[in-house]
């Protein structure tokens, strides 16, 4: 079964920069979605961005203009650039293998998670 593992989490400052990494062990083409997932203490986890295998992205609200996210279909890997992050980007951060629909993804496979704390 395909593993998922994040890196590139840590703390920086409120307008600071992180790219989050997440690797895959093997062909990640089976899953027709893959996205970022986000936990703060005290609340749900909720879905940051999303990117099908080829092209379109969904991007929650809350980081449209900020978040980027991007996938390297060759090395398996998925990305999430982090600019101009606030306090409020704080959390737990997980990467997901899935299923359609792009904008409400059905999780199948989670990796670990990476910490971001952004300090005020």
């Known amino acids: 079964q395909v593993q998922l593992v994040e890196s590139g989490g840590g703390l920086v400052q409120t307008g600071g920069s992180l790219r989050l990494s997440c690797a895959a062990s093997?062909?990640?083409?089976?899953?027709?979605?893959m996205g970022w997932y986000r936990q703060a203490p005290g609340k749900e986890r909720e879905l940051v961005a999303a990117?099908?295998?080829?092209?379109?992205?969904y991007y929650a609200d809350s980081v449209k203009g900020r978040f980027t996210i991007s996938r390297d279909n060759t090395n398996y890997t998925l990305y999430l650039q982090m600019n101009s992050l606030k306090p409020e980007d704080t959390a737990m951060y997980y990467c997901?293998?899935?299923?359609?629909?792009?904008?409400?993804?059905?999780?199948?496979?989670w990796g670990q998670g990476t910490q971001v704390t952004v300090s005020s």
């Open positions: 990117s099908r295998t080829w092209g379109s992205r």
């Open positions: 093997g062909s990640i083409f089976s899953f027709d979605v």
């Open positions: 997901a293998a899935g299923l359609e629909p792009i904008q409400a993804p059905i999780p199948r496979i």
